[in-house]
């Protein structure tokens, strides 16, 4: 049996990746490493990510975050969901909550008995049923020992990184202000040794994570791992980015609001809104976009729009040598679900339960690429889910999306559901099955045929068990506190 052989960690890059790794492997294996982070004030990072969903709330708990000290250190709001507009055709709106609906049985899932219903003429909303439907529609938010709410955050992107920053660097992380200009690598193996820095030091290590960004330091430009791009189904490239000032309350969800040649977010923070257009530069010049933006904004904006260009898709491997790539640098799917700091937390977590201490690069390398990359398809199968779905036919872009070819998988999904109403989450996919229920049924799929258990209790007992649950649901969302409401007595916000 081995020793422990990798013990010095390099983490290239301080941005929501860089400060996250750092931060869950001192938490988790601190005594065990010696853990560096090599960042560059002068580069700066990205600046954008502010939208989450749940699963940030159990990377937190795994990393001892409190949840008041986080919150009131970015600036962060509650949410619910996201609302999506305009999506199946102008003027349309749907949530996308992050609750489940009703029951399920082992043999059908709720919906197929609301499904029932409503071919016998009842049923009403499918929203109705999930509890973080109907709060977030209401702008209602509470946290009590009786109120089980499955929620996430909205968070101001640059404080994040330098809260974890605060709050982990003393607990073993030697951090080192430069600018990599070079990357070492033995001749042999190819590893990466060594990370040279404009000051002319250089920064060892035997496990080199990669989170310089889009720039791929050490995975792409080092390394070569090769991209698959994915722009054929997600078409967006580009995105202007500005912040601007808090207007009225604060809503408990990201806006995602069609335009017309991608989307625009709104998310809303304690103290100020981020705004974004994403657009696809082959339908949408940038003077056109920018004006897009800035005609669709509600505050006043803090500076002039800010332009990212990005390659929606994956790098061919996560892990290769002895470099792990996460965040930005290890690829991209467009921010539509908020998806990528979760990635961020997942590629983390597996590189801990897969860390690989005797030096055994390879095998471990492959495990965890087989995972991430499972992971990652299955949620750019959901975000190419909503452009597909769409019904405008007002702009080519919208007509380029809904004429596309979709991948195999994806398609199968649609029909079973068209066909029979059934949805799943197969194994290792983020989305669950309301989240599939909720965009499908948002974006017009009507499904053709359903489960017929719900016809052995009868249309009286579906009647009376539908409106019970509709109106416990609405009991409990009519005694919460408003959002903002609950939020300033939570963080003391304005
Ligand atoms: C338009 C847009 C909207 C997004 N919205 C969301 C969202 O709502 N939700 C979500 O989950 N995600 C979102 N994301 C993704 C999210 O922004 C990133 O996943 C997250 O910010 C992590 O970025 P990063 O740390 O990988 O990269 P960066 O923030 O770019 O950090 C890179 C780091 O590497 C350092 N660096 C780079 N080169 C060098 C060098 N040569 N020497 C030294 N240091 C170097 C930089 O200084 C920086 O510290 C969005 C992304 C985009 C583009």
């Known amino acids: 049996m081995q020793d422990q052989i990798v013990k010095r960690v390099v983490i290239a890059g301080g941005g929501t990746a860089g400060w996250t790794v750092a931060a869950a492997l001192a938490q988790q294996l601190g005594p065990l490493l010696d853990i560096t982070l090599v960042e560059s004030d002068a580069i700066g990072t990205v600046g954008v990510g502010e939208s989450t969903i749940p699963t940030f709330r159990t990377?937190?708990?795994m990393i001892g975050i409190d949840e008041r000290e986080f919150m009131r250190s970015t600036e962060a709001s509650f949410k619910l969901g996201i609302s999506f507009e305009n999506w199946d055709r102008l003027g349309d709106r749907y949530i996308h909550p992050f609750g489940d609906v009703g029951k399920s049985t082992w043999m059908a899932d709720f919906h197929q008995m609301w499904l029932l219903a409503k071919a016998r003429g009842f049923g009403g909303d499918i929203g109705d049923y999930c509890f973080e439907h109907q709060a977030a529609a209401a702008e209602k938010f509470a946290l009590s020992k009786t109120v089980n709410i499955n929620y996430s955050y909205h968070l101001d992107a640059s404080r994040y990184a330098e809260y974890l920053r605060e709050k982990f660097e003393a607990k073993g992380i030697r951090r080192v202000e430069g600018k990599i200009i070079g990357v070492t690598q033995d001749g042999q193996s190819g590893?990466?040794?060594?990370?040279?820095l404009d000051n002319g030091d250089r920064v060892s290590g035997d496990l080199f994570v990669d989170c310089t960004g889009f720039r791929g330091l050490l995975i792409e430009q080092t390394l070569k791992a090769g991209y698959d791009d994915w722009s054929h189904w997600l078409k967006t490239d580009s995105a202007l980015a500005v912040q601007t000032e808090k207007v009225g309350a604060v809503p408990p969800f990201t806006r995602a609001i069609?335009?017309?040649?991608g989307w625009q977010w709104r998310i809303p923070l304690q103290h100020r809104v981020g705004n974004g257009l994403v657009f696809c530069s082959e339908y949408q010049a940038e003077d056109e976009a920018r004006e897009e933006l800035l005609?669709?904004?509600?505050?006043e904006p803090l500076f002039e729009p800010r332009l990212l260009r990005y390659v929606t898709g994956r790098r061919r491997k996560f892990w290769d040598k002895n470099v792990v790539a996460i965040g930005l640098s290890s690829g991209f799917v467009e921010p539509l679900?908020?998806?990528?700091?979760?990635?961020?937390q997942i590629g983390t977590m597996r590189l801990m339960q897969l860390f690989p201490f005797g030096g055994n690069f390879e095998a471990l390398a492959t495990r965890y690429n087989n995972q991430l990359i499972l992971e990652t398809e299955r949620i750019r199968d959901f975000v190419i889910l909503h452009y597909t779905l769409t019904r405008r036919d007002d702009t080519a872009f919208w007509r380029s999306c809904r004429d596309m070819e979709i991948p195999d998988s994806l398609s199968e999904r649609i029909e079973l559901f068209r066909d029979s109403g059934i949805v799943f989450q197969g194994p290792d996919e983020l989305f669950r099955v309301a989240s599939w229920l909720f965009v499908m049924l948002g974006q017009g799929v009507e499904p053709q045929n359903y489960h017929h258990m719900g016809a052995l209790l009868g249309d009286e007992r579906v009647r009376?068990?539908?409106?019970s649950l509709k109106g416990n649901i609405s009991g409990a969302v009519a005694n919460m506190p408003s959002h903002q409401a609950f939020l300033q007595k939570y963080c003391g916000g304005t």
């Not at 005609?295 to 505050?299: A, D, H, K, Q, T």
């Open 59 to 61: 990377f937190h708990a």
């Open 191 to 196: 590893h990466v040794t060594a990370l040279e």
């Open 258 to 261: 069609s335009r017309s040649a």
């Open 295 to 299: 005609n669709n904004l509600e505050g």
């Open 337 to 344: 679900e908020s998806t990528s700091i979760h990635l961020i």
């Open 464 to 467: 009376k068990s539908l409106e």
